[in-house]
């Protein structure tokens, strides 16, 4: 396990610097996906160039999964899943919550998992059953705060239709709790919950290379990651928070039908 988290922190770090080296002269937008503000730069494809050739190199026969390149298949047994850059409108305009996410898969599980932040210097990691690290600092979520007093971290899609029921929830969401926070990626917010620098966190529309590392490195810090009624975390919604708070938000979420889309 250590191995995979070895191998995947020394390649989400080659391309943190890629980018943190080229951002200045090559963000511009190149392409628009779900809508017109969803958009992707040459650097979210250099990056996954980048690390699926780094993959691949070291271990040729495994599958990968990435955002821009789509799935590639393998005979391993193990697949990698890969967000090039998670936080693109934040890339875009020069804010600094960004990061590469790579997570390892073996039999459908989620094995390693590795966040780099690189404007911050901070690199997230993560191995099932052997805790979160924050460089030398174990991780530990917070626990005991009641949805009142949580901090509250959330996203928003790139569709107008589904903004719109977002804002709806968010508005009932927002009198229930101590703040909220849009950090701009799906990533920080996830390694954020597991750090105690917020509560929790939910999104609706997030995809697995979203948080497929990140939910790790929740996860052995203590938190429950998940959808709604018992389901794992999923494109409908996935929510964060220690045990206790998760099912406070939870609760608070299901009755305001938060996966309908206007
Ligand atoms: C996005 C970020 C954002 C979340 C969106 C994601 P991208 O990923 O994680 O925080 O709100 O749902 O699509 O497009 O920057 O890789
Ligand atoms: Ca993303
Ligand atoms: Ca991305």
Not at 86 to 113: C, H, K, M, Q
Not at 170 to 191: E, F, H, N
């Amino acid at each position: 396990m250590s191995d995979f988290v070895g191998l995947a922190e020394d390649i989400a770090r080659e391309a943190g610097d890629m980018l943190l080296a080229k951002r200045p002269a090559m963000s511009e937008v190149v392409e628009t996906k779900s809508s017109p503000t969803d958009v992707v730069t040459a650097l979210d494809k250099a990056s996954e160039e980048l690390i699926r050739a780094r993959i691949l190199a070291a271990r040729p026969g495994d599958a990968i999964l990435g955002e821009e390149g789509g799935e590639a298949r393998g005979d391993s047994g193990v697949r990698w899943v890969v967000d090039p850059i998670d936080g693109t409108v934040n890339f875009l305009y020069g804010l600094p919550d960004w990061a590469v996410s790579i997570a390892v898969e073996v039999g459908g599980r989620i094995v390693a998992g590795v966040v780099n932040v690189a404007t911050r210097g901070e690199v997230f990691t993560a191995a099932l059953g052997e805790g979160a690290w924050l460089g030398g600092q174990r991780l530990r979520c917070n626990t005991g705060v009641p949805l009142a007093q949580a901090l509250v971290a959330t996203g928003f899609g790139y569709l107008p239709g589904r903004r719109e029921v977002q804002g709806q929830v968010l508005a009932s969401v927002l009198p229930r709790v101590r703040d909220i926070r849009r950090g701009g990626s799906c990533a920080i917010d996830i390694c954020s919950v597991a750090a105690g620098r917020v509560d929790a966190y939910y999104e609706r529309g997030v995809n697995y290379w979203d948080y497929a590392a990140a939910g790790l490195v929740a996860a052995e810090a203590g938190a429950r990651i998940g959808g709604l009624h018992g389901r794992p975390s999923n494109s409908d919604l996935t929510l964060c928070a220690a045990p206790g708070l998760f099912e406070e938000l939870h609760d608070l979420l299901a009755p305001l039908d938060p996966e309908r889309d206007a």
